[in-house]
Every structure is written in C-alpha cells, then in structure tokens.
C-alpha cells in the first residue's frame, strides 16, 4: 500500500500559530504562493517525521513561531496510512526544557527518533540542494544516506551511534586526566564494527541506484543519466575482501591515528570521511562541471531512480518533498518529470510560486494555495487512496 499523509497539524510552528490541513488520501500535492508564504515551512514539518534535523537542519529554537508565547512550544502531528496499512498518529515537538525533540507515536513516547525510520521515510530536494555536487562531502553523504535509510531503517540508528562514539572517542583522546586504553578500545571496535554496515549499505544503495536508473532511462529520456561510486577507505576495501578483515584493519588504523587525531582535534579516519561521486554518463563528466541546470536534471534523475528502487524492493516509495524542483528545468523536462510523478504510487509534495507551472497535474493533485500562514485547499479528482474513518 502506498506510505500517506492523511492529516497534518501544526502548532506554533514556522509562521503557522495553528494549522490544521485534511489531505483527503491525495497522492500529489501541490503547494502554491508567493516567496516567503510558508511553503518549504509544511515541507519541513513533514521532513521531522523521520529521524534527523529536517530538510533545513535548523536549531529547534529556530522552527518556534515568532509570535508565540514564551512558554509556547511548537509541535507537528500527523495521521498517517503506513506502507503496511495501518492507520497511525505520529508526532514529534520541542520539550517543556527547549533542548531536545520529542516523538510520541499512537500517544506514547518513542524511546528515540529511529523508531520513526520504521514506519515514515522521506526524500527532499531543495533549492539549497543544487550545489549539493560543488559543495563539501559533508552534504553529499547526508543525502544518499537519507536515501539509504529510507530503504534500510537500521542505517539511521548506525549512523547515530557512529557519530555519538566518534565524538566520544575524540573526548577521551582529550581529557585531562589522559586517554583511557580500554574504554578506547570498546570505542573503535563499535566505531569498526558500525562502519562495515554502514558501508555495506551503502554499497548496496549505489548497485540498486545503478539497476534501477537502467530501469527508469531504458527508453529515451531528457534527464541525464548518473554514474554512482563511492569515494571512501571502508566501502572499497569491502569491495576487494571479506567485511571482518575489513573491520578488523579499522580497529587497528582507528589505534594508529590516536595521536594524530588528538592533536588535529578530529578523527581521519572512518566512514565519516567518504564522498559520493556522481558522473554525468551522457557526457562523461563530473557533476560539479556540469551546468546548473544539468546538476538539477541529475539530483532528479537520482531521486526518480531511488523511487523506483523502493517501488521495486520494497513495495512502497517514500514520501517525496521536492520545492521549487520545477526551477532551472526547461518545460519538456519539467512536464516529462509531472507525468512520471503521477504515475507513481505514493505522496509528492511540490512547491512552486505559481499554479499555472503544474497545469499537467491539475487532475491528479490537491493544490494548496499558501499565503503567510493560511492554506487554503482545492481538490481535484483526487482518488482517497486509504483515507482514515
């Protein structure tokens, strides 16, 4: 069954004091209204569904509603059709100290965010994201393994408890009162262990990309078409030899680089370090020389592909946030990608200053007009796939 948001409410959230918003089981969804009018602010209430900062990684503080009172806190709840049928409520918030975000799912509290990874999994793409193949790898990684734990939940929770150990570690490598051998040791045999499946995974996620973009493209297409690789110690050695030696020479070199990596004040080595690489195949050239709207045609092209992926693998797509993804696409591309859309059997969310750019989809979309708070909706032949009773 496809994954859905059926209702979403916000409270005292961006520059919404309180939004109540019934989408009807619609499939797409369209969002509409001048710059500035909370668009993208839906799209990340939807985004802090999954585990993670949200598409904008901003500081809880910072997602607060400006005209809210001082002990007012913001929270964004959800029902929710999962991929496995059931009817759930899902919410997550600031807590009463302002420090750190709540989840709460069927009116209990979640032990941890990852409990989410399990029944929601979202994809973004926003403006911000362009530059993703020109800026550090730090982007990079955080976008494919978004599109990694969307397939595999258990990614997310290794990549929490890798990079809680990593800071750990670097904190005992510091300390005043000098390095602790043996709990140094407990420290990089998990940080070892963690990075073998992490890589693995994240081998995985590029083979099925690399499968499944064949699959999309087999027929001509005016996207261009991405070559995938890994840049990284731990995912080619997994490549050449068997996970444990693997693991068991990261033990040694994560030993090795102590010294090192107490006077640098970080660690080199792990999977932390790794870079993806996406070649244009048309052209035979790096993504971060390609134009810019080629850049854009290759992020679509990789999230398409992904869809498809977890259409294959897993039954279902995941909820697909794409703002402004009409920008810096000419209008053969933009109406090719509308008619792939609405094909697909899941949730789109697309953003975009006028309603006019979305005429190919106006039979199959709730369209949203936004406006500084205010969602007015309009509902259009949409089929209720799954709507809550």
Same mark, same amino acid.
């Given at each position: ?85 059931? @009817? ?76 809680? @150990? ?224």
């Amino acid at each position: 069954m496809p994954l859905l948001l059926q209702k979403l409410n916000l409270t005292h959230f961006r520059c919404y004091d309180a939004l109540r918003l019934d989408l009807g089981g619609a499939g797409v969804v369209v969002l509409t209204g001048a710059n500035g009018a909370g668009k993208t602010n839906i799209l990340e209430a939807v985004s802090l569904l999954v585990p993670g900062k949200g598409l904008r990684g901003a500081d809880l503080l910072d997602m607060k509603n400006r005209k809210a009172a001082p002990e007012d806190l913001w929270a964004v709840a959800a029902e929710v059709q999962t991929a496995a049928g059931e @009817n759930i409520r899902v919410g997550t918030g600031l807590d009463r100290d302002f420090k750190r975000r709540l989840v709460r799912i069927q009116g209990r509290d979640a032990k941890s965010q990852n409990e989410l990874a399990s029944l929601i999994s979202c994809v973004w793409l926003t403006p911000q994201m362009d530059r993703l193949f020109l800026e550090g790898a730090s982007g990079r990684r955080k976008f494919f393994d978004r599109l990694a734990f969307a397939a595999e939940p258990d990614h997310a929770a290794r990549l929490n408890r890798y990079d809680r @150990n990593l800071r750990e570690r670097l904190k005992v490598l510091q300390s005043d009162q000098g390095a602790d051998p043996l709990w140094l040791d407990n420290l990089e045999n998990q940080l070892a262990a963690d990075a073998v499946s992490i890589a693995a995974t994240r081998r995985q996620l590029i083979d099925n990309l690399a499968r499944y973009t064949a699959k999309l493209y087999a027929g001509k297409t005016l996207f261009p078409i991405p070559e995938l690789a890994i840049a990284g110690w731990t995912e080619n050695e997994m490549a050449a030899r068997p996970a444990v030696q693997v693991e068991e020479e990261l033990k040694v070199r994560f030993r090795d680089a102590r010294r090192a990596d107490m006077i640098a004040g970080k660690s080199r080595e792990g999977v932390h370090r790794s870079d993806f690489e996406t070649v244009h195949a048309g052209r035979n050239m790096p993504a971060a020389q390609c134009s810019t709207g080629e850049q854009k045609g290759l992020l679509v092209s990789i999230v398409l592909a992904h869809a498809l992926m977890m259409q294959g693998e897993q039954g279902h797509i995941p909820i697909l946030l794409l703002d402004e993804v009409a920008a810096h696409l000419d209008d053969p591309r933009r109406d090719e990608l509308f008619r792939y859309l609405a094909t697909l059997q899941g949730q789109i969310f697309l953003t975009g200053t006028e309603a006019g750019v979305f005429s190919a989809l106006k039979s199959a979309a709730l369209f949203c007009a936004v406006d500084q708070g205010r969602v007015t909706t309009e509902l259009r032949e949409v089929p209720r796939k799954g709507a809550l009773t």
